[in-house]
């Protein structure tokens, strides 16, 4: 069509072409003003019929943009009382991020700003924006563009904002009639911008009168609600023949009603035996046994319970009011579930006699002080209602007391001559009978045991044996099953005993799980030996005990009489050597009796000896190993180790000493020994390499854990080395945490206190491991080796470490691997996040002079 024109335009005389130019001139200027009109008609339009102010943003951009170039382009409305400007529109090709809300004087300088100020329009080309940052009017501001266009948008003489377009190619330039357009445009729809804001703040004035009358009607809905429940517990509290359970439940019924109280526990306390009871509580898990274990009564401690009680007023708390409460030694440190807890004193006479409690798990749920009011008001009623069910039941008891009182005396006369006569019989058994078992006890052994040594001195042809009994596991049956189980597993195996053996035998118990049994007027010794083999086999079957079958085999010590012998106490030695022989000979099993064993108890005797001296001489050194981070492989620390440079035996194995010092109660010193080195050994490393931030984990015994002085001891080591205790880790094994809990864990809430941190070592391998890691402040989880080696074969030790991973990251707990020998292990342990990791692919355990080679 082009080519068309120009053709026919050539064709043309001069004066016919002048005037076909002069047509097709006139045809564009017609067509851009019909443009420009369409486009304002648009405008018009758009602010009689939009209802959004962000939709009318948009349609004004578009039909801008249809009458100039408007690629980038945003409006923003200036705030004059606060001094802010607000850029509620905004479409830029080189920032695609709007801009928001910012101060005035954050864009102080900018053309924009500019604008504001003069309220006029601006068409700012290359050479006009040059002019004003010479003249200071502007500074250079943001992305530089080649024309830069904005006009005021002004409201009764008083500029509200500014609306711009900007170019940034050399193709795209800005005129005075697009300035002049603009400017038209702008005060065409500030008319439409204020009747819409104007319609917004009117609908939000309705929304928020509509939600202030439904708030009043919801607040007399609540008002009559209180008024009957208050009522109903007013009933509840005069009406005596309601047993107090029952009236503590339709009290709670009530109060739930009211107030979120799923979580709910009236709590008395007893103020001569310092005693707090939980006569009443309703948990969301009610079923478990932590939740039955934590409404057992308890002695008057740092509960949030008994903080009530003590202010004797009420006490509103949320999550961090409790932490706070905790930090400050108030109170004992909160479960990681409560999100709002309030609790009322129970008053009688001015006395405080409990507390009524509620508490939240939820995040969305939070109590107020219009909820502690009514807690407040409904316990009023609960102590009136206690007061007098306690009344009445005094009353009835003493009556009942009375009654009883006569018939008492008559039976316990009558029953004291029967009594007495009972007793002189049950201490005759007692003084010769094991009182669980009913078998023959140590003394009576040993009568019969010298005197069947004297009918051989007697008949030299009378031969006899003893067997000395030791049961393999029963400590894991105590621990796992508790003492009850232990009680009756020891009398079935009494019982089975006493079946096996002959008449005229004797089973007996010389205490714990020890029994030992007289064989006598042998033929040959392979009775012996036969009875032996058939207890063997017969403790090793499953007992049934609590409806669980225990596996629990035995060791036996076998001893045959000698001339030698002249005592019952020197055969019962040689026995009980006999039986250990068996134990260290794989249990499950029986060995006789010979002089080589003598050999062996004299050289445990010769090492104890060589270990208290090595103590007292201070030979025993640690040995490093590294604990690195799996993500970069860094050292972060390191594993004390213990080893014994023993200068009469050489250098010592661990597994050669460790268990027997175990045994001996010896490892108590040696780890002191350790520690007192190791803590030194990196206060060295830090001064020396400037690397503070490397600590040192040591291992203690589980018996440590029992000694009251144990964080004083530390505390005095740490001192004398001059080591801060936060870069002090101590280790120990589920087994300090099954016994002596109580001592274990303020122990532990020292050392944590001092600084120290505390880790729980091979973890996964124990029998409680999940129902500690609540109770006990252990801050690492040590994932033991027997899941680590060769991870990436087993795909159940995958599960098993990625389930303690998650569940150490959810008690906030840091995990570390042991015993890491090959790439693919720690590749896998990296993936499932755990934190730290340590074995022979890493470092193997090192003395101290070769670790500074790697440090260095």
């Known amino acids: 069509m082009a080519e068309e024109i120009t053709n026919y335009m050539n064709s043309l005389s001069k004066e016919d072409g002048d005037l076909a130019k002069e047509s097709i001139l006139l045809l564009k200027k017609y067509r851009k003003l019909e443009e420009r009109y369409t486009a304002l008609f648009t405008l018009n339009q758009l602010s009689n019929e939009c209802a959004n102010l962000n939709t009318f943003y948009r349609q004004v951009h578009q039909a801008i943009a249809s009458i100039m170039n408007a690629k980038n382009f945003y409006i923003v409305l200036y705030d004059q009382v606060f001094s802010t400007l607000e850029f509620v529109y905004h479409v830029d090709e080189k920032d695609s991020t709007p801009p928001g809300c910012v101060d005035f004087d954050d864009l102080k300088g900018s053309m924009t700003c500019h604008v504001i100020e003069t309220g006029e329009p601006l068409l700012a080309t290359p050479k006009v924006a040059n002019e004003l940052q010479e003249q200071g009017k502007i500074e250079n501001m943001g992305t530089v563009g080649t024309d830069w266009l904005g006009v005021p948008l002004m409201s009764g003489g008083i500029v509200i904002g500014v609306m711009a377009v900007q170019s940034y190619t050399d193709s795209t330039r800005y005129q005075e009639n697009d300035l002049d357009m603009l400017t038209f445009t702008g005060q065409h729809i500030v008319a439409a911008m204020e009747r819409l804001h104007d319609r917004e703040r009117l609908q939000k004035a309705v929304d928020a009168r509509t939600k202030e009358l439904m708030s009043q009607i919801r607040e007399r809905e609540k008002s009559e609600l209180l008024q009957e429940s208050l009522f109903r517990i007013s009933e509840l509290t005069n009406d005596s023949s309601i047993d107090i359970n029952k009236f503590y439940d339709m009290v709670h019924n009530i109060v739930g009603q009211l107030i979120n109280a799923e979580n709910f526990y009236i709590a008395k306390y007893n103020k001569a035996k310092d005693l707090l009871s939980f ?23 740092k509960g949030y319970t008994e903080l009530v009680i003590q202010k004797g007023k009420t006490i509103l708390l949320n999550h961090d009011d409790m932490v706070a409460l905790s930090e400050q030694g108030k109170t004992n440190k909160p479960d990681g579930k409560t999100k709002s807890w309030l609790g009322v004193p129970l008053m009688q006479s001015s006395e405080v006699i409990g507390a009524m409690v509620i508490q939240s798990y939820q995040t969305n749920v939070i109590y107020t002080e219009q909820d502690a009011e009514l807690l407040n008001f409904v316990s009023q009623h609960v102590s009136t209602a206690i007061k007098r069910r306690e009344l009445a039941q005094f009353e009835r008891k003493t009556q009942e007391l009375l009654e009883q009182q006569v018939k008492l005396r008559t039976a316990e006369l009558e029953d004291e001559i029967k009594q007495r006569k009972q007793m002189e019989e049950q201490l005759k058994y007692t003084a010769s009978h094991d009182s669980l078992t009913g078998l023959p006890n140590r003394t009576v052994f040993l009568d019969l045991l010298n005197h069947a040594i004297a009918c051989h001195k007697r008949r030299p042809d009378f031969k006899f044996a003893v067997l000395f009994l030791d049961l393999d596991r029963f400590k894991v049956v105590n621990d796992s099953l508790g003492h009850h189980a232990g009680d009756i597993l020891l009398k079935k195996i009494a019982k089975e005993l006493s079946v096996i053996v002959r008449n005229k035998d004797t089973v007996a118990r010389l205490g714990g799980d020890e029994f030992v049994i007289l064989i006598e007027d042998l033929d040959t010794p392979q009775e012996a030996y036969d009875v032996a083999q058939r207890i063997t086999e017969i403790l090793s079957a499953p007992f049934i005990i609590l409806e669980q079958p ?35 000979m794989g249990k499950g099993r029986y060995e006789v009796f010979d002089s080589s064993m003598h050999k062996k108890v004299q050289n445990a005797l010769l090492l104890e000896a060589d270990i208290r001296e090595a103590i007292q001489e201070k030979e025993f050194v640690p040995f490093f190993q590294p604990i690195v981070r799996l993500s970069d492989h860094e050292i972060v620390g390191f594993e004390a180790l213990a080893r014994w440079a023993s200068e009469k035996r050489g250098f010592v194995y661990p597994n050669d000493f460790i268990p027997f010092a175990e045994e001996t109660k010896l490892v108590l010193d040696i780890d002191f020994q350790i520690l007192e080195k190791s803590c030194r050994q990196l206060k060295n490393w830090h001064v020396e390499f400037d690397r503070d931030d490397l600590y040192v984990s040591c291992n203690l015994f589980c018996e440590h854990f029992f000694s009251p002085n144990l964080a004083k001891d530390i505390a005095t080591i740490i001192k004398r080395v001059g080591l801060n205790a936060r870069h002090l880790r101590i280790e120990l094994t589920e087994r300090a945490l099954l016994e002596n809990s109580d001592i274990v864990l303020d122990n532990m809430m020292a050392l944590k206190k001092m600084g120290v941190r505390i880790l729980l070592d091979d973890f996964g391998t124990g029998y409680s491991s999940l129902s500690y890691l609540h109770r006990f402040p252990i801050d690492v989880l040590k994932i033991d080796r027997s899941f680590i080696n060769n991870v990436h074969e087993h795909n159940n030790h995958q599960a098993i470490i990625k389930t303690i991973v998650d569940l150490a990251t959810n008690l906030q707990m840091a995990t570390v691997g042991e015993g890491i020998e090959n790439l693919a292990d720690a590749e896998l342990l990296t993936q499932m996040d755990c934190v730290y990791g340590q074995g022979y692919y890493f470092y193997k355990p090192m003395p101290s002079h070769e670790m500074n080679n790697y440090l260095a």
């Open 550 to 584: 225990v596996f629990i085999g035995t060791s036996i010590g076998v001893l045959f009489n000698d001339d030698r012998y002249e005592s019952a106490e020197i055969m019962l030695r040689d026995a009980d050597t006999a039986m250990y022989h068996a134990k260290d």
């Open 279 to 301: 006569v009443y509580y309703s948990e969301q898990d009610e079923g478990s046994d932590d939740i039955r274990g934590k409404f057992e009564p308890r002695k008057f401690s």
